[in-house]
Structure formats: C-alpha cells, structure tokens
C-alpha cells in the first residue's frame, strides 16, 4: 500500500463547477499535509498547507482528519486557469520525510 | 532573494557517463531531498538529507549518490548504473519548523543519448 493514495483522475469538470480530491495517508506519524499545485513540465508550488481546523483560501478549502487519516482538497467556482496536477503531501515529523501522492489530474472545460 | 536553485536546466548524458546535478539552496532549511518524475507519473523519493554529512536512501536510490558537505548544497550524482536515467529530476528543501512547507528547484531535465 502506498504511504499517501490519492483519487487517480483525471477530472474533467466545465468552468463554474466544483470539484474535490480525496488523499489518505498510512504514516500515523505524519504531521503536516500540503496541498501542491504541478503544472505541465514545472516544479510542484505549494497550494496550501492544510491544518487540523481546516482552512480556506478564496476558492479552495482544505480539510483533514486526523482520525481518519484523510485529506481533502475542495475547489470552488473552478477556472480554466485551474488545470493542472494537484499533489496530496505528507510530512512526518522526526525523520522530515516528504511522501507524495502520485497526483491527480484536473482540466477544467470552457 | 531565497529560493532554492537546480542547475542546469537540461542535461544530455551520453550512455556510461556519470553526471551531477547541482541543487543550492539559501532558505537557511535543514532538510533536502532529491526526487524522480517519469512522465505522467508522480514524485519518488531517491535520496534526502536531514542534516550537513548525514543523508538516507529513499524509494528509487539505486543507480544514484549524494553528498551533504555544507547545508547550502546537496548534489545529486546519477552514475553508470542507473539502467534508464531519462526523467526530470527535482529537489526540494524544508525547514525544521511544523507547517514548514517544501520548496522546489525548477528541476532538471536529463535526456540519455
């Protein structure tokens, strides 16, 4: 079983609607979760970090439980400027090791 | 401005040949770590490096070897026995802090001909 499984996409999803990935992660020793954002032939950048309460930030909202050891990323209003990867990121504490997912893939339709 | 720095941006290797990848950082982060992107595929881990001197195998180190002898640089050698070197390579560092998230080099493209 891989550390961090994500939603294999790809989705496909027409401007204005609204679409969310799932992550879940095996590490119970993991401690901060990223979301990142990978365009075609570029570096991964961050999207958010996502913490324990939950967060948002304008139109994505990031949420995890830690009981479930479940992540998820919600994005709203989606654009076409939205397509890309999206990588589901695990860190666990002593050993700072980063584990992604493999990612999934959205493209947003005019 | 800090950031961290891969060079170069493209690398052709001839079959046999050893060739290193630089990777520089000036964020003050402790930890480094090198990964492998196939195309269509997601980020394995070949090697990171917690602290200066110290440095551990991740999924794909086979083929690949690493040094940390100052914090600001962890290059990446990619030998010989790396049986298909053809990916894009990334490197990324984070700080010790929690919620310390990583940041990435803009990669290296390294083509086998």
């Known amino acids: 079983r891989k550390e961090v499984e994500q939603d294999p996409g790809p989705f496909n999803v027409p401007e204005g609607a609204t679409v969310a990935f799932n992550c879940t992660y095996s590490n119970s020793a993991s401690q901060s979760f990223f979301w990142y954002r990978q365009d075609c032939r570029k570096e991964p950048k961050l999207l958010m970090s996502v913490y324990s309460s939950g967060n948002e930030d304008g139109r994505f909202t990031a949420q995890l439980n830690r009981a479930s050891q479940y992540i998820s990323l919600l994005i709203r209003d989606s654009k076409l400027s939205d397509s890309a990867t999206y990588l589901c990121v695990a860190l666990s504490g002593s050993a700072r090791q980063l584990t992604f997912g493999s990612g999934t893939q959205l493209t947003v339709l005019p | 401005d800090g950031g961290i720095t891969q060079s170069p941006k493209y690398l052709f290797r001839k079959e046999g040949q050893n060739v290193t990848l630089s990777c520089e950082q000036n964020l003050n982060h402790d930890a480094m770590y090198w990964y492998r992107q196939d195309p269509g595929q997601g980020l394995r881990l070949i090697y990171y490096?917690?602290?200066?001197?110290?440095?551990q195998k991740g999924d794909i180190a086979e083929g690949y070897s690493v040094s940390r002898e100052k914090k600001e640089s962890f290059p990446l050698t990619v030998t010989s026995a790396q049986k298909n070197p053809t990916a894009f390579y990334l490197c990324a560092s984070t700080g010790i802090v929690t919620y310390t998230e990583a940041f990435f080099g803009q990669g290296t493209r390294l083509t086998v001909v």
């Open positions: 490096s917690q602290i200066v001197n110290d440095f």
